[in-house]
């Protein structure tokens, strides 16, 4: 099993990133898809979550209305579109993947730094 992250970055506060998660060995369309994020000094937290067939999403108030979860079932592929990015997003992103209520798998993760 490996889900892996990509499009972290460096960005200015008021810009935008998009973070790609691609899934591999297991069924991708069966589970729900969560992003997760880590501050330096903090504890792990819940940003947003999708359902198997991308009808249903969930966010954190911290960044409702800022981000957007989705999925490409036919790329094995789980996105979080982040605008309006505020130096507190700085963090390292995680994906993440239930069939249950827990998270089973977990990506390595993928830094974002907002900063001017």
């Known amino acids: 099993v490996q889900l892996v992250e990509s499009g972290g970055g460096l960005v200015q506060p008021g810009g935008s990133l998009r973070l790609s998660c691609a899934a591999s060995g297991f069924t991708f369309s069966r589970y729900a898809m969560g992003w997760f994020r880590q501050a330096p000094g903090k504890e792990r937290e819940f940003v947003a979550d999708?359902?198997?067939?991308?009808?249903?999403?969930y966010y954190a108030d911290s960044v409702k209305g800022r981000f957007t979860i989705s999925r490409d079932n036919a790329k094995n592929t789980v996105y979080l579109q982040m605008n309006s990015l505020k130096p507190e997003d700085t963090a390292v992103y995680y994906c993440a993947a239930r069939e249950t209520r827990i998270w089973r798998y977990w990506g390595q993760g993928t830094q974002v730094t907002v900063s001017s």
């Open positions: 999708i359902n198997w067939t991308g009808g249903y999403t």
